[in-house]
């Protein structure tokens, strides 16, 4: 209702902000900046590269907060090489050989690559084997891999044979970072009497929180007066993609 001393005022001129809101097959984007690319054209062939899985289909399950001691973009270097995997991850190494699997090409609005599961290992869990059925429409290749995207700026998306787990990256200070962990799992799957996920979750929750230490770490060495940038080795060109773009941005940030 108008205020009568504010009569003539054309509300139309002081409106709310607009913000833009897309969804991808039951995810949901929102971007404040007004001169953002449609969710579309940054998501390129990812609709099509990830149908099979029916994302939309699976239903939440879990969701785990960490609060990391280390600003958001080393959380993301380190989600896309595997190069420390078999250092810090013995759990994760049993499962995934650190060599296998392939980078697709970086792209400007994401960047991910597939790994292989080991002989014999079903799903990356705390003991390798396959505790609900494969989501259906994956293909027979597709059973027997993991794919681990990182679409800009802050969504992880690491899709499995029997799940899909979203991190979501919250910065809240230069050098902290909220990062919000889901699974999501089939809706036949959940609604079976012995529907079980823990193995799941805890294997991710140990494999967490490695990655945030190390991420900590990497933080408080950049800090360090005697700091130097070292080179990235030809198994880091997802790491180097994501500087290349976060410089460009910031320098199209400089010029608007
Ligand atoms: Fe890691």
Known sequence: MGAPHMEGLPREDYPLNPVNCDSWDGHLFVNLDPHSVPLAAQLEDL????AAWRMRELRFH???TYEVAANWKFIVQNYNECLHCP????ALSRLTDYLSGENCNPRRGYIGGSMELKPGV??????????????????????HEVHYYSIFPNLFLSLHPDYMMTH?????AVDRTEI??????????????NFRADDAVEFWDLTNK?????????QAGVKSRAYRPGPYSAREGLP????????????QSKQR
């Open 47 to 50: 609709p099509q590269r990830f």
């Open 62 to 64: 879990q969701r785990r």
């Open 87 to 90: 250092v810090l991850h013995p």
């Open 122 to 143: 079903e799903t990356m869990s705390l003991d390798g084997k396959l505790g609900r059925d494969y989501l259906p429409g994956l293909s027979k290749t597709q059973r």
């Open 168 to 172: 979501t990256l919250w910065p809240r």
């Open 180 to 193: 919000v962990c889901e699974w999501h799992f089939h809706p036949d799957e959940m609604a079976k009497a």
């Open 210 to 218: 490695e990655d945030w230490r190390i991420s900590e770490q990497s």
């Open 240 to 251: 180097l993609a994501f500087d290349r773009m976060i410089l460009e941005r910031e320098a």
